[in-house]
């Protein structure tokens, strides 16, 4: 939920917006006043909604809305009777809300185009469900994502977000205030900024500790030390130490991943040597609510100030700005400990550190006995309601083999696995066969009469080339003819592909281009109904051959070529559906499988089982860069960004400009742009085994003339190699560079150019 608070003309509250997502196949239950506005949208234009009214007593009663017809739903039973895991989670939703049984027989039923915005007359709740059936991996009909935007009148209080579960105590700290309160081992704090732009000071003492007249506290400088980052976040790096270097808290959930660490407190000589002189300050406000606890005063306090935005500059110097905190976001601790803690709400209003305008701070406090996932929020756009990380339909089965996960577009993945690690993982890939879950990778359904049309102008590859069962992989540009993103284009049948990528914004430029240009088309995010694992190395076609069942009309494993795909079932003819594509992203014979997420268990089981006689592996996101790298294979936001191309990026072979003579996005300014000028992608052999990285710049004497994009250090070429940009006039196989490093002077690594991929150039391996 996000919450946005608009003023009357008088500057008071007056409204307050507050945003909701319902995801596909979810519902929402919203309690409603006279004079609240609630308007519903679909994310992709094709979404209805299902609406259960029910009056103050809890008794449905339709006629509240006025103007509509009740009927008996068929999308809410439909899903419900499918004993899908979605199906059972709306079932356990509805009985929580206590929504009665015939409530069913009269639900208000909204298309896509009718979905409703009105004004609430009596108190009512309504129950919006967004419903729809599982996936099939041949389908493309799916319950995609509703967004709820409910204008009401609230107390300023009330003004935070439902809280995550029954709080032990709800805690207001008044702008430019402190206050104390204690937690007991196992407890749940919940920090939240009320209306966004707020910064809150934090302090935590060892209670048994300060019992004894000792100050054992949180340690900024040590955390820093043991987790390697500027700051905590949910994950492996998730842990506060004090000064004795044991754990304090943990953070499990942050919705917004921009905070301080390295400034004290603001205290009274930082508004003095400003000339504010008397100006309040957390320093002051901390002293003052520690005092009954015989905490003696200071000058200043070390703290973590949640939601404060510090940056380093590369100069030496520590920016602010003006925090990225929306109203309503948060962070999550758990105490390790009893605590005693302390939160201030800052009331520096001399510059941008809490937006000019000092707010309130709400503390939750939660039982030890519950229990919330790791999350790390993130939003496709600035404006929308933050989302939280996933855990992928294979999780039960990685999480039982490592606890290393790290956050990745959303979801968590594994980096490398107890028992095997990445250079052992890394080996079975090459020598045997090893598994991936490669989930957090975007789908979307691309439908419609103008399906083909539309593709030939997104993608730069010639769409109508493409054969149904075939894919093809390309790249996305915009106008400048930067990359917006990579990926594999499916044809489903002659009106039907489906997109997989990196980067879920690619959903929202392909609707807005549609849009755009009148095609008749529908794009639909179908991610979260089709999980997949990537099968490689050279034992992956005999394993999945001999659990993998094909009608006669798709091929077989055995059978199916480089970049096709096929339709089968892990099981014989009743078993469980899947797609088998003949790709990956490790430059060896591989394969990826795709299911619904609800038989994501039993496929991982089927293919752990099977690859045993071969000795399988899991493959982790550290052995998988070790492979990419070698493959010469591209990666976002290191290969390839918005600003460079697909040729700089070192695919040019996706951009056909000769037998391709229809338009796309980008043609044009690759069109204007000399061969002869652009930057080239090439490989480095690294004289030394010492570490490069991706941003160390490369240079030709004292000039730089390229950038190093990723690097590794490659067991099969014994040595340290890196993947590089580099002016076109040093990209010459043979040609000698160095590689700078420190400030680029004071250390050099040799280097020489070579042609890219750097393990199996002729892709004999992959293509076998």
Same mark, same amino acid.
């Given at each position: 939920?996000? =919450?946005?608070?608009?003023?009357?003309?008088? /500057?008071?509250?007056?409204?307050?917006?507050?945003?909701?997502?319902?995801?596909?196949?979810?519902?929402?239950?919203?309690?409603?006043?006279?004079?609240?506005?609630?308007?519903?949208?679909?994310? +992709?234009?094709?979404?209805?909604?299902?609406?259960?009214?029910?009056?103050?007593?809890?008794?449905?009663?339709?006629?509240?809305?006025?103007?509509?017809?009740?009927?008996?739903?068929?999308?809410?039973?439909?899903?419900?009777?499918?004993?899908?895991?979605?199906?059972?989670?709306?079932? %356990?939703?509805?009985?929580?809300?206590?929504?009665?049984?015939?409530?069913?027989?009269?639900?208000?039923?909204?298309?896509?185009?009718?979905?409703?915005?009105?004004?609430?007359?009596?108190?009512?709740?309504?129950?919006?469900?967004?419903?729809?059936?599982?996936?099939?991996?041949?389908?493309?009909?799916?319950?995609?994502?509703?967004?709820?935007?409910?204008?009401?009148?609230?107390?300023?209080?009330?003004?935070?977000?439902?809280?995550?579960?029954?709080?032990?105590?709800?805690?207001?700290?008044?702008?430019?205030?402190? %206050?104390?309160?204690?937690?007991?081992?196992?407890?749940?704090?919940?920090?939240?900024?009320?209306?966004?732009?707020? !910064?809150?000071?934090?302090?935590?003492?060892?209670?048994?500790?300060?019992?004894?007249?000792?100050?054992?506290?949180?340690?900024?400088?040590?955390?820093?030390?043991?987790?390697?980052?500027?700051?905590?976040?949910?994950?492996?790096?998730?842990?506060?130490?004090?000064? &004795?270097?044991?754990?304090?808290?943990?953070?499990?959930?942050? %919705?917004?991943?921009?905070?301080?660490?390295?400034?004290?407190?603001?205290?009274?000589?930082?508004?003095? +040597?400003?000339?504010?002189?008397?100006?309040?300050?957390? =320093?002051?406000?901390?002293?003052?609510?520690?005092?009954?606890?015989?905490?003696?005063?200071?000058?200043?306090?070390?703290?973590? &100030?949640?939601?404060?935005?510090?940056?380093?500059?590369?100069?030496?110097?520590?920016? *602010?700005?003006?925090?990225?905190?929306?109203?309503?976001?948060?962070?999550?601790?758990?105490?390790?400990?009893?605590?005693? !803690?302390?939160?201030?709400?800052?009331?520096?209003?001399?510059?941008?550190?809490?937006?000019? &305008?000092?707010?309130?701070?709400?503390?939750?406090?939660?039982?030890?006995?519950?229990?919330?996932?790791?999350?790390?929020?993130?939003?496709?756009?600035?404006?929308?309601?933050?989302?939280?990380?996933?855990?992928?339909?294979?999780?039960?089965?990685?999480?039982?083999?490592?606890?290393?996960?790290?956050?990745?577009?959303?979801?968590?993945?594994?980096?490398?696995?107890?028992?095997?690690?990445?250079?052992?993982?890394?080996?079975?890939?090459?020598?045997?066969?090893?598994?991936?879950?490669?989930?957090?990778?975007?789908?979307?359904?691309?439908?419609?009469?103008?399906?083909?049309?539309?593709?030939?102008?997104?993608?730069?590859?010639?769409?109508?080339?493409?054969?149904?069962?075939?894919?093809?992989?390309?790249?996305?540009?915009?106008?400048?003819?930067?990359?917006?993103?990579?990926? =594999?284009?499916?044809?489903?049948?002659?009106?039907?592909?489906?997109?997989?990528?990196?980067?879920?914004?690619?959903?929202?430029?392909?609707?807005?281009?549609?849009?755009?240009?009148?095609?008749?088309?529908?794009?639909?995010?179908?991610? +979260?109904?089709?999980?997949?694992?990537?099968?490689?190395?050279?034992?992956?076609?005999?394993?999945? *051959?001999?659990?993998?069942?094909?009608?006669?009309?798709?091929?077989?494993?055995?059978?199916?070529?480089?970049?096709?795909?096929?339709?089968?079932?892990?099981?014989?003819?009743?078993?469980?559906?899947?797609?088998?594509?003949?790709?990956?992203?490790?430059?060896?014979?591989?394969?990826?499988?795709?299911?619904?997420?609800?038989?994501?268990?039993?496929?991982?089981?089927?293919?752990?089982?099977?690859?045993?006689?071969?000795?399988?592996?899991?493959?982790?996101?550290?052995?998988?860069?070790?492979?990419?790298?070698?493959?010469?294979?591209?990666?976002?936001?290191?290969?390839?960004?918005?600003? %460079? &191309?697909?040729?700089?990026?070192?695919?040019?072979?996706?951009?056909?400009?000769?037998?391709?003579?229809?338009?796309?996005?980008?043609?044009?300014?690759?069109?204007?742009?000399?061969?002869?000028? $652009?930057?080239?992608?090439?490989?480095?052999?690294?004289?030394?085994?010492?570490?490069?990285?991706?941003?160390?710049?490369?240079?030709?004497?004292?000039?730089?003339? /390229?950038?190093?994009?990723?690097?590794?250090?490659?067991?099969?070429?014994?040595?340290?190699?890196?993947? !590089? $940009?580099?002016?076109?006039?040093?990209?010459?196989?043979?040609?000698?560079?160095?590689?700078?490093?420190?400030?680029?002077?004071?250390?050099?690594?040799?280097?020489?150019?070579?042609?890219?991929?750097?393990?199996?150039?002729?892709?004999?391996?992959?293509?076998?």
């Amino acid at each position: 939920m996000k =919450t946005v608070r608009y003023m009357n003309k008088a /500057g008071e509250d007056d409204l307050i917006l507050r945003q909701y997502r319902i995801a596909g196949q979810g519902a929402l239950r919203l309690e409603l006043q006279p004079g609240d506005r609630l308007v519903v949208k679909s994310v +992709d234009g094709e979404q209805g909604c299902e609406v259960i009214v029910l009056n103050e007593a809890g008794n449905s009663s339709p006629e509240l809305l006025d103007g509509c017809v009740p009927v008996a739903s068929v999308s809410i039973k439909a899903q419900i009777a499918e004993c899908s895991v979605a199906g059972k989670r709306l079932e %356990t939703l509805l009985g929580h809300w206590k929504v009665p049984d015939h409530a069913l027989q009269e639900v208000v039923s909204f298309t896509a185009l009718d979905l409703p915005a009105m004004t609430v007359k009596q108190p009512m709740v309504l129950i919006l469900v967004a419903a729809g059936e599982n996936m099939g991996v041949e389908q493309h009909s799916l319950a995609s994502e509703l967004c709820v935007e409910h204008f009401c009148v609230k107390k300023a209080w009330e003004d935070v977000p439902e809280p995550l579960a029954v709080p032990v105590k709800d805690i207001r700290i008044p702008h430019s205030t402190a %206050t104390t309160y204690e937690v007991k081992a196992g407890e749940w704090i919940q920090i939240i900024d009320v209306q966004g732009k707020q !910064c809150s000071d934090f302090i935590a003492f060892d209670k048994a500790a300060l019992d004894n007249g000792q100050e054992v506290t949180l340690d900024a400088a040590a955390t820093r030390t043991i987790m390697g980052h500027s700051l905590p976040q949910p994950g492996l790096h998730s842990r506060f130490s004090d000064q &004795n270097l044991r754990t304090m808290l943990e953070v499990y959930q942050d %919705t917004v991943g921009c905070h301080d660490s390295f400034l004290l407190a603001c205290n009274v000589k930082y508004y003095e +040597d400003n000339g504010y002189f008397g100006h309040i300050s957390c =320093t002051e406000n901390f002293n003052l609510a520690l005092q009954k606890y015989n905490v003696s005063p200071r000058r200043s306090w070390p703290a973590i &100030n949640f939601f404060f935005n510090t940056s380093s500059e590369e100069c030496g110097a520590i920016a *602010a700005d003006e925090p990225w905190s929306q109203a309503g976001d948060y962070v999550l601790l758990r105490a390790s400990r009893d605590l005693i !803690c302390v939160s201030s709400a800052c009331p520096d209003d001399i510059d941008s550190a809490n937006g000019w &305008n000092p707010t309130d701070i709400h503390i939750r406090i939660y039982s030890s006995e519950e229990m919330f996932p790791r999350s790390i929020a993130y939003r496709t756009t600035p404006e929308e309601v933050s989302r939280m990380t996933k855990q992928t339909g294979f999780h039960s089965r990685t999480s039982a083999l490592t606890q290393r996960f790290s956050e990745y577009r959303g979801y968590w993945v594994a980096t490398q696995y107890e028992g095997w690690g990445p250079r052992a993982e890394y080996l079975a890939c090459r020598e045997r066969v090893a598994m991936l879950d490669l989930t957090p990778l975007r789908k979307f359904e691309i439908v419609g009469p103008d399906a083909e049309a539309f593709m030939q102008l997104a993608i730069t590859r010639n769409v109508r080339r493409v054969s149904v069962g075939e894919i093809v992989y390309s790249a996305i540009c915009h106008e400048t003819g930067g990359m917006i993103d990579d990926g =594999t284009l499916f044809r489903m049948s002659e009106q039907a592909f489906r997109w997989v990528c990196g980067d879920p914004y690619t959903g929202i430029w392909l609707r807005d281009l549609a849009v755009k240009h009148n095609y008749r088309v529908s794009v639909r995010d179908s991610s +979260d109904q089709l999980h997949n694992l990537a099968v490689q190395g050279p034992d992956s076609r005999a394993l999945l *051959a001999s659990i993998i069942w094909t009608p006669e009309w798709h091929p077989e494993v055995e059978k199916l070529r480089w970049f096709h795909f096929t339709i089968g079932r892990i099981g014989g003819p009743d078993g469980v559906p899947v797609m088998i594509s003949r790709t990956g992203y490790t430059g060896e014979l591989g394969f990826e499988v795709w299911c619904h997420p609800d038989t994501a268990e039993t496929v991982w089981d089927a293919i752990w089982e099977a690859g045993q006689p071969y000795e399988i592996a899991p493959l982790g996101f550290d052995a998988l860069d070790m492979l990419r790298i070698e493959a010469g294979l591209i990666f976002a936001e290191h290969e390839f960004c918005p600003e %460079t &191309n697909p040729y700089e990026a070192g695919i040019g072979f996706t951009v056909p400009m000769k037998s391709k003579e229809e338009d796309f996005i980008g043609r044009a300014a690759m069109a204007r742009q000399s061969m002869e000028s $652009r930057h080239k992608l090439v490989g480095l052999f690294m004289d030394t085994d010492e570490p490069v990285a991706h941003g160390d710049q490369v240079y030709n004497g004292r000039f730089p003339v /390229g950038v190093v994009t990723s690097a590794t250090v490659s067991p099969v070429m014994k040595k340290t190699i890196a993947m !590089c $940009r580099v002016a076109p006039d040093f990209a010459a196989p043979g040609t000698r560079l160095e590689v700078g490093q420190l400030d680029g002077y004071k250390k050099r690594l040799g280097a020489e150019v070579t042609s890219l991929p750097f393990y199996d150039p002729e892709r004999i391996r992959v293509r076998g």
